[in-house]
């Protein structure tokens, strides 16, 4: 009798790695929204406006399609891809603006192109998951320095410098930390970049819509200069999707020849394009907004600080509990309550730091977030 062998499945160390994070604790799986919003980045509650709505409709009705059919360097590149850039730039006083369909796209292909050989990209310790992904496919070397000190970025840039090297250093932080809420030192940065002759690289996607003028965000009074380039994301408070990069127009064009992400990327959808216009004007036509969420980050700060949370001063809210097994139980405690609030784990979050990460938007109330402190106090006890 001939016993056949039986082949190993060609996915064996994927399923031993999910077991791994099973027994860790840490396996994700996709869950449905559902419970009152403190979630989402959905900052100024305009997924739901009914001027988006009215935008996309005007667009169909004028014929706009919903998808591009291609790259933008062949059949892909619709007029509203270019207006949305041409308006984007003059919102946010940029030379010129590119338009991508994710911020983890505009990260990843900024930083696996401009970067060249011999120069350094110094990046925040913190900074996002895509930052990261550009720079594994960078030519550029790359260096983590310690988070939010400004110091510690102009001493590894002297540092190289006295190592002998002589490319281009590249500063890239968040300007406001999606975990922690807390905020770079933009202008300290922006000093030491001019001193050495750097690049900055500045991530404003969870500041644009909420903060700076009409909601330029916090990196607004360093746009325009030629040794910035600022990511700008539309699928947070401005409700829709994409993202944009504003910079000089060395930067687009060198991105348009030379950016992998770009030029072998089906162009992002027209429509979108045509509801992102309209709320960059919808930033400047309705700053009650702005004023009405950041009223409601302070109701949170009084509330929820006698919790343990420290206010961020921004409409990030961790709360760090520290053990994953433990966040996760009162993040199920939490949402059995109708809350939809969600435990953050490693690697998102350095080990011992997993907590719940509160976001404040319009989608909820003043009396929405004590009834979330009453069952927070409960949870944790």
């Known amino acids: 009798m001939i016993v056949e062998s039986r ?8 399923s031993e790695d999910l077991a791994s994070l099973e027994r860790l604790g840490r396996l994700r799986t996709l869950t449905s929204r559902q419970g009152i919003d403190f979630a989402s980045n ?14 996309a409709q005007a667009a169909l009705e004028r014929s706009v399609p919903t998808g591009s059919g291609g790259s933008r360097l062949l059949r892909g590149n619709h007029p509203e891809h270019e207006v949305l850039e041409t308006e984007a730039a003059q919102f946010f006083g940029s030379e010129a603006a590119i338009w991508f369909s994710t911020g983890y796209a505009a990260n990843s292909a900024l930083l696996s192109t401009l970067p060249q050989r011999g120069d350094c990209v110094f990046h925040d310790e913190l900074v996002h998951a895509s930052a990261h992904e550009g720079l594994r496919l960078s030519r550029a070397e790359a260096r983590a320095v310690a988070h939010n000190d400004a110091q510690a970025f102009d001493d590894a840039i002297r540092g190289w410098r ?3 090297a002589v490319g281009t250093p590249w500063i890239v932080v968040e300007s406001l930390y999606s975990m922690d809420g807390d905020r770079a030192p ?5 000093v030491i970049a001019e001193r050495h002759g750097a690049m900055l690289v500045v991530d404003d996607a969870h500041a644009t819509g909420v903060f700076g003028p009409d909601g330029r965000g916090l990196a607004a009074g360093l746009e325009g200069r030629e040794n910035v380039i600022v990511l700008h994301t539309l699928g947070k408070a401005l ?26 990327s089906t ?10 216009r309209e709320a960059l004007r919808i930033c400047v036509d309705e700053p009650e907004r702005r004023s009405e969420l950041l009223a409601l980050v302070d109701h949170a700060a009084c509330v929820l600080e006698p919790l343990g949370v420290r206010p961020s001063g921004s409409q990030i809210v961790p709360l760090v509990i520290g ?38 938007t319009l989608n909820v109330t003043r009396v929405d977030i004590d009834a979330l402190a009453g069952v927070l ?5």
């Open 7 to 14: 082949t190993p499945s060609p996915l064996v160390a994927q």
């Open 42 to 55: 959905d900052y100024l509650a305009l997924s739901v406006s009914p001027r988006l709505a009215g935008a």
């Open 162 to 164: 006295r190592a002998g």
């Open 186 to 190: 933009l202008e300290e940065l922006a």
């Open 239 to 264: 409700g829709c999707e994409g993202a944009l990069l504003t910079g000089s127009r060395m930067m687009r064009d060198h991105l348009v020849n030379r950016g992998r992400g770009f030029i072998f």
């Open 267 to 276: 162009a992002p959808s027209p429509l979108m394009a045509a509801v992102a």
């Open 323 to 360: 053990d994953d097994t433990r966040t996760m139980e009162v993040a199920r405690r939490v949402q059995q309550a109708g809350f939809d609030l969600r435990g953050i784990r490693p690697p998102t979050v350095p080990t011992g730091t997993s907590r719940l990460r509160i976001t404040l």
């Open 377 to 381: 106090r409960e949870a944790l006890a």
